[in-house]
C-alpha cells in the first residue's frame, strides 16, 4: 500500500481536497463538485463510473472477474450553509457556504481508495465508492435508494465513515451497535395577528410563545426520566415578524433538531415535544403548524 500512497499521490490528494474546500456547494448544487470527483476518478481507469444518482450522485465502480460480494463505501459531497471565518489560502470563495462537517475530507478518503483499487485488482466482486448528494438535508439518500441507476448496483455490505476530531491520526474507530445518532428535523410555524407596533393589545404577538417553546423543548430532553439512552433537541433557527420597527410580530416559525439512538426513543421525544407545542400555543391563542 506504501508504494501505491507515494508522496506525489498524497500530494495529489491533499490538492484535491483543498480544492473542494475551496468551491464548496450545498445540497442539491453539487454539479462541480461532482465533476471534479469524476475528473480525479478517471484518471485511474475504474471500472464503471455511474453519474447522477439521486441527483448529482456518483459511483465510481471497481469489478473482479469472478462473481463475490459486492462492497459500498460512502462519503457525501455537500458543504453547509455557513459562512467561513479561516483565514489559509484554500478557504470557501462562497458567502454563506462552506465545509464545516467535514464532507471534503470524506470525499478525499475515498478518492484515495480510487488508485489503491485500480493499482491492486480485486479478483471477486465488485467495490463501490459512493458519492452522495444532499446528505446535510436528509434527500439525498431517499433519492439515491429510490434512482433505477442505484437499484441495479445492489450492494450487500456498506460502510461510512466520519471524521471525529481529538483522536490520533491514522486511526480508525468503531463500536459496537449505534456510533451515531438519528436526526430529525422540527419546523414550528406560529400564527397571531399582526397589528401596529403602537397597539400590541389589537394583536396576537407569537414572540412570548417562541421564547418559552425554545426554552421548554432546549430542556425537554432531560426531563423525560423514562428514556434512558440518549436523546436530545436543539434550537437551531427562529423567526419572529419582519424587521419593520411600526409593526407589532403575528407570525413566527421556530426549527429544532431531534437526536436519539433508539427509534423507540426518538417517537417518546417527538411526541413529547409536540405535546408542548400544543400546550404553548393554546396558552397564548396562536395557530400552529408543525
Not at 478518492?111 to 434527500?139: A, F, M, R
Not at 414572540?207 to 440518549?230: P, R, T
Not at 436530545?232 to 419582519?242: Q, R, S, V, W, Y
Request: aromatic share 8%; with cysteine.
Amino acid at each position: 500500500m506504501n508504494s501505491v500512497i507515494n508522496a506525489s499521490l498524497k500530494n495529489n490528494l491533499i490538492k484535491f481536497r483543498k480544492r473542494i474546500h475551496k468551491y464548496p456547494e450545498i445540497a442539491g448544487n453539487e454539479k462541480n463538485t461532482a465533476k471534479m470527483v469524476v475528473a480525479f476518478a478517471k484518471k485511474f481507469k475504474p471500472d464503471k463510473i455511474i453519474q447522477k444518482i439521486g441527483g448529482y450522485g456518483i459511483a465510481v465502480i471497481f469489478e473482479g472477474k469472478n462473481k463475490g460480494p459486492v462492497v459500498l463505501i460512502r462519503c457525501e459531497l455537500d458543504a453547509l450553509p455557513i459562512t467561513e471565518t479561516n483565514k489559509f489560502n484554500f478557504r470557501s470563495t462562497k458567502k454563506n457556504v462552506s465545509h464545516k462537517c467535514g464532507h471534503d475530507g470524506h470525499m478525499t478518503i475515498v478518492s484515495g481508495l480510487i488508485p489503491l483499487l485500480s493499482k491492486n485488482k480485486i479478483s471477486k466482486g465488485k467495490v463501490i465508492l459512493l458519492y452522495q448528494p444532499s446528505e446535510e438535508t436528509g434527500e439525498g439518500a431517499k433519492r439515491i435508494l429510490e434512482d433505477k441507476k442505484f437499484q441495479s448496483i445492489k450492494p450487500d455490505f456498506v460502510f461510512a465513515l466520519h471524521n471525529l476530531p481529538g483522536f490520533e491520526k491514522n486511526n480508525i474507530l468503531i463500536r459496537k451497535n449505534v456510533f451515531a445518532s438519528a436526526s430529525k428535523g422540527m419546523i414550528i410555524k406560529l400564527k397571531g395577528k399582526t397589528s401596529h407596533a403602537a397597539e400590541p393589545e389589537k394583536g396576537i404577538n407569537p414572540s412570548l410563545a417562541v421564547a418559552e417553546i425554545i426554552q421548554s423543548l432546549s430542556f425537554l430532553s432531560k426531563k423525560l426520566n423514562k428514556v434512558k439512552d440518549f436523546i436530545l433537541i436543539t434550537p437551531i433557527h427562529a423567526k419572529i415578524g419582519e424587521p419593520a420597527f411600526g409593526t407589532s410580530a403575528g407570525y413566527a416559525e421556530v426549527m429544532f433538531t431531534l437526536r436519539s439512538f433508539k427509534n423507540k426513543d426518538m417517537n417518546i421525544l417527538t411526541k413529547e415535544a409536540v405535546k408542548t407545542v400544543d400546550t404553548i400555543s393554546k396558552k397564548y391563542k396562536l395557530k400552529k403548524e408543525i
